[in-house]
């Protein structure tokens, strides 16, 4: 899989269905990030984690059309393993559901910061809300949406009550506290 398309497949999980991030939150101390993605200052991880997951995600970004304006409904993604396999379903919450073992994490948005890629939606840095069950999501504290592409919503204005879903890529990374 080349770079390009997985930029795409992180832009297609999108800022619209996770939520805009909260402006003037405090900037993080980085710590490492995965290794081969640059990583924005807005989105970078706090001190005190570590990687636990690094994954591929291809799906949509669905919008509503509410006052002659598309506001952002949900993602709908799949993430896949470095072997390629589907082992994540991502949806509205912004959720992420393990479907090796059960355990999902649902996270809100802290910061963002725009990717240089024309309709691409913003990387994120998310903090977790709720984590259940004791497998891959289960001690996870922070998600990060990187190297979007795709995902933005259409220009222009539309039909109350229309939706439309626009392709998107990215790569999640997730983190848990490093004791």
């Not at 269905?17 to 490492?32: K, N, Q, Y």
């Not at 709720?130 to 999501?137: I, S, V, Y």
């Not at 439309?164 to 004791?179: D, H, I, Q």
């Amino acid at each position: 899989m080349n770079v390009r398309l997985l930029v795409g497949a992180a832009a297609l999980l999108g800022l619209a269905a996770c939520g805009t991030p909260t402006a003037g939150t405090a900037t993080p101390t980085p710590v490492a990030q995965a290794e081969d993605t640059p990583v924005a200052a807005a989105v970078q991880i706090p001190a005190g984690q570590k990687l636990v997951g690094k994954y591929q995600a291809t799906g949509v970004q669905t919008y509503s059309c509410t006052n002659n304006a598309w506001k952002g409904l949900e993602p709908a993604a799949t993430l896949v393993d470095k072997n390629d396999k589907p082992i994540i379903i991502h949806s509205r919450g912004p959720v992420w559901i393990s479907t090796v073992d059960g355990s999902a994490v649902e996270a809100a948005p802290v910061d963002g910061a725009k990717n240089d890629i024309k309709g691409a939606v913003p990387e994120l840095l998310l903090k977790t809300k709720t984590a259940r069950g004791d497998g891959l999501f289960g001690k996870v504290s922070y998600v990060q949406r990187l190297a979007t592409e795709g995902g933005v919503a259409p220009a222009g204005g539309c039909t109350a009550g229309a939706q439309t879903s626009v392709p998107y890529k990215a790569l999640y990374t997730f983190y848990a506290p490093a004791n």
